[in-house]
């Protein structure tokens, strides 16, 4: 299995660097951006396998991001987490176009939780998140419910 790529959205440099790291130890190659059109620009010149993007930043928010790479042929069909502080009703976030969502703060194994579960486990093997020592969470906000 190749390494995915993963483009980090945000601008928060602690958390951006958290998220990197975290996702680096169990296997994926991350891209960093610190706003919105640095983002866009990553993600059309490196073209990831996966965006996570913080939805409150300068120079250019999550919601512009998110419009403008889904009217881009060549972005749109990367699978994009929003991440905010602030709670959201799903249907708005995926009548914005993201595949996922997570709530601030995030602890590391919830962001793996959700790029595993729109990517497949990263590297190789079994699942990374069943080999971390962390305490399982539950259903992702944004997995279908039963």
């Not at 419009?67 to 502080?85: H, N, Q, Y």
């Not at 601030?104 to 962001?111: E, M, S």
Request: glycine share 10%; hydrophobic share 30%; proline share 9%.
């Amino acid at each position: 299995m190749s390494t995915r790529k993963i483009l980090v959205v945000e601008d928060n440099p602690e958390e951006r660097k958290i998220y990197s790291e975290y996702l680096g130890f169990v296997g994926g190659k991350t891209l960093k951006a610190s706003n919105g059109e640095e983002g866009v620009r990553a993600a059309r010149e490196q073209r990831p396998d996966l965006i996570i993007l913080d939805l409150t930043m300068p120079v250019q928010d999550g919601w512009t991001t998110i419009r403008i790479l889904r009217e881009d042929p060549g972005t749109r069909r990367i699978p994009v987490i929003a991440v905010t502080s602030h709670h959201l009703e799903r249907k708005r976030l995926t009548d914005a176009g993201f595949t996922g969502y997570l709530e601030k703060p995030v602890a590391p194994f919830r962001i793996l939780e959700e790029v595993e579960r729109c990517l497949g486990p990263l590297g190789e093997g079994e699942p990374s998140s069943g080999s971390f020592p962390v305490p399982g969470s539950g259903p992702s906000a944004m997995s279908p419910t039963t």
